[in-house]
């Protein structure tokens, strides 16, 4: 009798371990893309979560919907073939921080997997926004002549929430950010995939002042920043970030932590990136609003047809200064593009006209007088320039001391124009070393290939530069202090 109670128990604890499925279908949703779903698929979700958590199936088949709220203990599965698709109508969204397809707040264990695809159908969408405010129903200023981000729906905003996978899925098509997780912990995305080149301001996901956060096997096509940290909050401090096995194309910059830089970014460990087509920098690091960026550790990142290698910036654009120090780069490995690299791409970024004209922008760490960007330590660097327009503009910062600071300014890699190097700028910095760099130029270029000013702390060892052109220092030194060699 006794063992027969034991085998029920048993039965029961393994029963009770396993999460029910509840197929969205039996709540009312129908799969034909032109039923609303939205009131169909939330009653599936309160069920499991009121059930004590479990998988929200949506099956085989196009299920048109609105905002839903995902709620704790809830995993929402995409099954092959499965399509979530956001509506085109504006009315039919809700807003948390900013408007949103799916949604949750202060959740914990929730998931979103499968094969299946989440779009936002983001043309049609913004364009009914873009409609709305010329019809005066929306308020904006429309600057640039696009509606506000805040405007455009986003595909999913997770905030507040503890431990979260997101894996496998396709997410495409945002109206703008495609994705953001706002002081999220133990945050994990896998093997996902986003397509977002629909309209303006696609960042192919926004991880914002979080912590425990692993990116890994992911595939990222956006028209705007591909896999981006920002942080809104001076308080706190984005930390154990980790990024690996990636592959991403962007009209912006590969992998970026700024623009928004209130608050703190440490411990960061970037690995095994492969970017493609990107129109600015695979990396870039920005502390521009305050913020302290520290303890970066950055390898095997390879780029091809690229507008730059890294960007390291440090600036005043608020209130304060804050401070970037100690990182690493190692194995680094780019071919910068003969001609535009995302030319041809949908919402790609401007042409030369549209900005300062330039020849090619070099790698640049460039910190400012009251502030000098510290300890950064690259080894086995290799930057292949594949042409060059033969010195088809020589303006003034050419010139020692003639490339403005732009403290306050807005960062990006072609900021400040022309730049008096072609191969790496660096200035307002100390302690900076390089081991093992390999510049090639293929072309001509009046310019020196590395200009360094105002460094306290200067070490290159291992240097090689490949160039056409004799100019008289390819390597100009400016300002440099404590130089520790040059070989």
């Not at 002081?183 to 960042?203: A, F, G, M, P, R």
């Not at 600036?315 to 071919?335: S, W, Y």
Request: a positive charge.
């Amino acid at each position: 009798m006794k063992k027969a109670i034991c085998v029920i128990l048993l039965a029961f604890s393994v029963f009770k371990g396993v999460a029910k499925t509840y197929n969205i279908t039996n709540f009312g949703a129908k799969g034909d893309s032109l039923t609303l779903n939205t009131q169909a698929i939330q009653k599936a979700i309160d069920f499991a979560y009121n059930a004590g958590g479990g998988k929200v199936l949506i099956p085989k088949g196009t299920f048109l919907s609105g905002t839903i709220f995902l709620k704790s203990n809830v995993e929402l599965y995409l099954a092959k073939d499965a399509v979530l698709l956001g509506s085109a109508d504006f009315y039919q969204y809700n807003k948390s921080r900013w408007y949103s397809l799916i949604i949750a707040n202060d959740a914990v264990n929730i998931s979103i997997k499968g094969t299946g695809t989440i779009n936002g159908q983001g043309r049609k969408l913004a364009k009914n926004v873009f409609d709305l405010v010329l019809q005066g129903k929306i308020e904006d200023k429309l600057e640039l002549n696009r509606p506000h981000e805040s405007w455009r729906p986003q595909i999913l905003e997770l905030s507040n929430c503890q431990n979260i996978t997101i894996s496998n899925i396709t997410v495409k098509n945002g109206s703008g950010w495609v994705q953001t997780y706002i002081k999220c912990n133990n945050l994990l995305i896998s093997n996902t995939k986003t397509e977002s080149t629909s309209y303006w301001n696609n960042d192919g996901m926004d991880i914002v002042d979080c912590k425990n956060v692993t990116v890994k096997g992911c595939k990222v096509n956006s028209a705007d920043d591909g896999i981006c940290f920002k942080s809104f909050d001076p308080s706190y401090t984005s930390e154990n970030l980790r990024v690996k096995r990636c592959t991403v194309r962007t009209s912006a910059s590969g992998i970026k932590f700024g623009t928004a830089s209130y608050g703190n970014f440490k411990t960061v460990k970037i690995n095994k990136i492969f970017c493609y087509d990107n129109y600015r920098t695979v990396i870039a690091i920005e502390s521009v609003d305050g913020g302290t960026i520290d303890d970066f550790d950055v390898k095997n990142i390879k780029g091809r047809n690229v507008g730059g290698a890294f960007f390291i910036r440090l600036g005043e654009r608020r209130t304060k200064v804050g401070a970037l120090k100690n990182v690493k780069f190692k194995n680094i490995d780019v071919e910068v593009a003969a001609s535009k690299p995302d030319a041809g791409y949908e919402n790609e970024g401007p042409t030369d006209e549209d900005i300062h004209p330039h020849n090619t922008l070099p790698s640049s760490i460039v910190g400012i007088p009251d502030a000098f960007i510290q300890n950064v330590s690259i080894k086995n660097l290799k930057i292949n320039y594949l042409t060059q327009k033969a010195a088809d503009f020589i303006p003034s910062p050419q010139k020692d001391g003639g490339v403005p600071l732009f403290i306050k300014a807005y960062p990006e890699f072609n900021m400040f124009g022309e730049l008096p190097a072609w191969g790496i700028y660096l200035r307002h910095a100390k302690n900076v070393s390089f081991e093992n760099t390999k510049l090639l130029l293929n072309g001509k270029d009046y310019r020196s290939a590395v200009v360094a000013d105002s460094i306290d702390g200067l070490t290159l060892k291992g240097f090689k530069i490949n160039c056409i052109s004799k100019v008289k220092e390819p390597v100009k030194l400016i300002n440099v202090t404590n130089l520790k060699s040059i070989q």
